[in-house]
């Protein structure tokens, strides 16, 4: 479960939330590919969602990952650090959002 973080949003219409969903995920499979090598991977899968409810945006991040071979790197802590860093870059961009 990821943490609450209140830090006030900016307006968010349905397009900037899409906007943000496709770049969190490009953001996260980027990330991912930064760890551990392109060619070991099999299936990669990474989805976001966010969700405005209550002027609460929820975000879920839902990663797959298989490997042809083995990297030595453990996908179950890569798969929480790039959860993680979904939910930073998440958390930049709507301050920025929200300074502009």
Same mark, same amino acid.
């Given at each position: ?10 307006? %968010?219409?349905?397009? &900037?939330?899409?906007?943000? =969903? ?6 996260? *499979?980027?990330?991912? +590919? ?22 609460? %945006?929820?975000?879920? &991040?839902?990663?797959?990952? =298989? ?6 790197? *453990?996908?179950?802590? +890569? ?22």
């Amino acid at each position: 479960m990821n943490p609450i973080l209140s830090i006030g949003l900016p307006e %968010l219409s349905e397009e &900037v939330i899409e906007q943000l =969903t496709e770049e969190c995920e490009a953001q996260v *499979s980027k990330f991912i +590919l930064k760890k551990i090598p392109e060619k070991s991977i099999d299936t990669l899968f990474v989805s976001c969602t966010l969700e405005l409810q209550d002027s609460q %945006l929820d975000l879920d &991040v839902q990663l797959e990952i =298989t490997q042809l071979f083995d990297t030595g790197h *453990s996908l179950e802590d +890569l798969l929480q650090e790039a959860t993680n860093f979904g939910v930073e870059w998440l958390e930049n961009q709507l301050t920025e959002m929200k300074n502009k």
